[in-house]
């Protein structure tokens, strides 16, 4: 198919969207123990860049052969912009975000603020997309930020903080409610597996080049970074590069907001994986992720 051939919407099929969302949830809730354990050797910006540059290397063999058909290179060339700025937007600010971050916070706290996704992809969307909100969803989005503020404030120490490093995965996930959006609006025409690779093709070498300058691939060839760099290409084979196929096509299957709900699952992984590990939760952190999860659900309630 060809940008000028009408958009054929994709046959909905609700079972597979919520098999791919758990394995979604799966993956992307034990993304935060995946950072917290590459830290152990890589520095926050490398293990931002890291994983871009290991979700580029598992998609170069579908790059080399999509590179030679015409439709998709045409495909492509109209849509390189939203391309480039979903690239930027969704995957290599987030990832350099939730790494600076993930080196100061528990993996669990991360994962209880990353449920903020879909209430910034339905206040993105009414503000620059036109979608309209219910009242419900007012309050439902009332409600999360509530619940945000609670992680931010109170979940560090379980007393009242500024946690500026909760701040900026907060920051990330207004990029990923943004991303959701443009994703929805200019890139579901394509096949999934189409534009995430593409999305990597241009995140990639971005990372690539803030690697070049540093010690990392030193670092990589270390014995003693064994488990952190498995840890690493988990992180960028699985959680950046995979599971964006998955997601991309839960959207295609559904809608950008039921995509983005993935976030209802998220906390609870990060959190079993948080009490594994040995980390301190705060019963504030669980108020906190309740409400969250309350205001989510209103948001989505039918």
Not at 31 to 57: C, H, N, T, Y
Not at 78 to 96: K, T
Not at 147 to 167: K, P, R
Request: proline share 4%; glycine share 8%.
């Amino acid at each position: 198919m060809t940008v000028e051939e009408p958009v054929v919407l994709p046959q909905k099929r609700p079972v597979l969207a919520w098999v791919l969302l758990c394995a979604l949830a799966l993956v992307w809730g034990s993304s935060f123990i995946l950072i917290k354990r590459s830290l152990g050797v890589f520095p926050p910006e490398q293990v931002g860049a890291g994983r871009l540059v290991f979700a580029l290397l598992f998609f170069t063999p579908f790059l080399a052969r999509q590179s030679q058909q015409a439709n998709v290179r045409l495909a492509v060339r109209h849509r390189w912009v939203a391309l480039l700025a979903s690239a930027i937007i969704g995957f290599v600010i987030p990832a350099f975000l939730f790494a600076e971050a993930g080196a100061h916070l528990n993996s669990s706290l991360a994962g209880a603020l990353n449920s903020l996704s879909p209430l910034f992809t339905l206040i993105l969307g009414a503000v620059f997309f036109g979608q309209t909100l219910k009242i419900r969803q007012v309050a439902g989005i009332l409600l999360g930020l509530g619940g945000s503020l609670l992680l931010v404030f109170f979940s560090a120490t379980g007393s009242f903080q500024i946690n500026g490093y909760a701040i900026l995965i907060v920051v990330a996930t207004v990029c990923y409610g943004l991303n959701t959006n443009l994703i929805g609006r200019y890139l579901s025409h394509l096949p999934a597996l189409v534009s995430t690779a593409w999305l990597f093709a241009f995140a990639g070498p971005i990372a690539l080049l803030t690697l070049a300058p540093t010690d990392f691939f030193a670092r990589v060839v270390d014995a003693h970074a064994n488990w952190s760099l498995w840890a690493l290409v988990t992180l960028g084979v699985f959680g950046s590069g995979l599971m964006s196929i998955f997601f991309n096509r839960v959207m295609q299957l559904s809608s950008p907001l039921f995509a983005a709900s993935v976030t209802y699952l998220i906390p609870i992984v990060a959190l079993m994986w948080g009490v594994l590990d040995g980390e301190t939760i705060y019963g504030v952190q669980f108020a906190g992720m309740g409400v969250c999860l309350l205001g989510i659900w209103l948001v989505n309630k039918s």
